[in-house]
Every structure is written in structure tokens, then in C-alpha cells.
């Protein structure tokens, strides 16, 4: 696939996830388009790159948490996270503890910067709320 065009979809995907969220459908809902962004982004090496920024951005923001255009859901990141296992996540979210909290992870404790180191765990509590691993 074409660079802009997986870039394209990537974004696409993230935004109707979103949107879904906003809704109040809930994981239910939007689980399988967060498994379509993890495909794509097995499938798609180049965005990796576009997929991180998009992360730090969320980071860079106060309340990573909210479903504004141009963030990436909490949820998603972890996904990513528990799923592709970038070093970078960790990285990012360290970041945000060392901006935002002064690189104290107990004061971070409830913000997505601090459950991300959770995801990595083959048992990583989070995976209850998705059917793909329940089924």
C-alpha cells in the first residue's frame, strides 16, 4: 500500500474509533476496528513512525484521555502496546511521567502514562474487556 494511503486509513480508522467511543458504544463496539489499526500497523512498517507521533501528541497533552479529534484513544495505545511491544510507548509514556509528574509514577498512577508499562505483560489484566481474548 502506498504510504499516504495507509497513513490515510490509519487516520481514518483512529477517527472512527473515536467516534465510536464518543458515542458510548463502548470496547464492544470498537474492538474490531482497534484490531484493523493493529493489522495495519503489522502490515505497514512506515507507520510506525506516523502512529508514534500521533501517541505523543495524545502524551503531550494534559488529559491524554479525552476522545478530541487528532488523540488516540488510551485504550488503543495500551492495545498497541500489550499487541506490538514498541519499546517506544514505554519510552513516550516516560516521558509524560517525567513532564507532567515530575517523574514520580506514584502521582501518575490512573493516567495512561502509568498503565502502559502494565500492557507489555502476557498477563496484562486489561485484556478481560476484548473478546479476542476471551474467545
Known sequence: ??????????????????Q???????MNWVESTFFDIILLLRQENALKAPFLE????????RDPGSLDVGTVPRELIELVAH???????????????EQFFGGDTRLAVG?????ISKAYDDNWRDREFYQR???
Open 20 to 26: 465510536i467511543l464518543r458515542a458510548g458504544f463502548g
Open 83 to 97: 499487541e506490538l511491544r514498541w519499546r517506544e510507548l514505554q519510552e513516550l509514556a516516560n516521558k509524560r511521567i
Open 133 to 135: 481474548y476471551r474467545g
Open 54 to 61: 500521533k501517541v505523543r501528541a495524545t502524551f503531550a497533552k
Open 111 to 115: 493516567d495512561v502514562a502509568h498503565s
Open 1 to 18: 500500500m502506498e504510504p499516504a494511503v495507509a497513513n490515510t486509513l490509519l487516520d481514518t480508522l483512529i477517527e472512527n474509533s473515536l
